[in-house]
Nanobody, 124 residues
Framework: QVQLVESGGGLVQAGGSLRLSCAAS????????MGWFRQAPGKEREFVAA????????NYADSVKGRFTISRDNAKSTVYLQMNTLKPEDTAVYSC?????????????????WGQGTQVTVSS
């Protein structure tokens, strides 16, 4: 079992930056692929970024490539999402997820554990 707790969300102006953190507790964090997803009001959950357990593979949605960076620190059981050049359309609840898998898949069905989410609001 893995428990995930996100932090770092907030209100930021367009063009600004935020760094989200996801702290994991439980066993074998370093063997899980980790992902970030987001959901805006009235919209479906959307893939943002994912990273393999070994850090050798990352995966990004086209909408965030070049602006967002996912990373992880297995010693701290934490995964991060650095978000730069934020846009109003990035406004959503951001959730992290853990997958009992090696590959950072972009689909929610591949993930076994989810955090509660943290709100990110980007004002224009």
């Amino acid at each position: 079992q893995v428990q995930l707790v996100e932090s770092g969300g907030g209100l930021v102006q367009a063009g600004g930056s935020l760094r989200l953190s996801c702290a994991a507790s439980g066993r074998a964090f370093s063997t899980y692929a980790m992902g970030w997803f987001r959901q805006a009001p009235g919209k479906e959950r959307e893939f943002v970024a994912a990273i393999s357990w070994s850090v050798s593979n990352t995966n990004y949605a086209d909408s965030v490539k070049g602006r967002f960076t996912i990373s992880r620190d297995n010693a701290k059981s934490t995964v991060y999402l650095q978000m730069n050049t934020l846009k109003p359309e990035d406004t959503a609840v951001y959730s992290c997820a853990a997958a009992r898998d090696l590959y950072p898949y972009p689909t929610p069905d591949n993930y076994n554990y989810w955090g509660q989410g943290t709100q990110v609001t980007v004002s224009s």
